[in-house]
Nanobody
Framework: QVQLVQSGGGLVQAGDSLTLSCVVS????????MAWFRQVPGKEREFVGL???????DYAQSVKGRFTISRDNAKNTLYLQMNSLKPEDTAVYYC???????????????????WGQGTQVTVST
């Protein structure tokens, strides 16, 4: 069973930076498309960004230029570096892994079969 264990998060002020980490168990990390999503109460889980197996990245427009996703295959770890945080970034953040080799829905939850436990990020004004 693949497990994703998240760390980081917390309460910060607007304009601050924060880094989330996600450690993935097993030996197949390098073959997973990895993504970050976030969710606020009463809303759908929202795509934040992803990193392909080759290391390329893609981001939601709302975080482009402020957030950076990276992966360290040697450490089985995914990162989300968040800069210039805004109050509207407040949410529970989830990392996700997909073992699928192809999908046309990478920006939705559909292809992701493993999920982290979620971590709260709160940005105050």
């Amino acid at each position: 069973q693949v497990q994703l264990v998240q760390s980081g998060g917390g309460l910060v002020q607007a304009g601050d930076s924060l880094t989330l980490s996600c450690v993935v168990s097993g030996r197949a990390f390098s073959s997973y498309v990895m993504a970050w999503f976030r969710q606020v109460p009463g809303k759908e889980r929202e795509f934040v960004g992803l990193t392909w197996t080759g290391g390329g990245t893609d981001y939601a427009q709302s975080v482009k230029g402020r957030f950076t996703i990276s992966r360290d295959n040697a450490k089985n770890t995914l990162y989300l570096q968040m800069n210039s945080l805004k109050p509207e970034d407040t949410a529970v953040y989830y990392c996700a892994a997909s073992s699928s080799s192809s999908s046309n829905r990478w920006y939705s939850q559909t292809p992701y079969n493993y999920w982290g436990q979620g971590t709260q990020v709160t940005v105050s004004t």
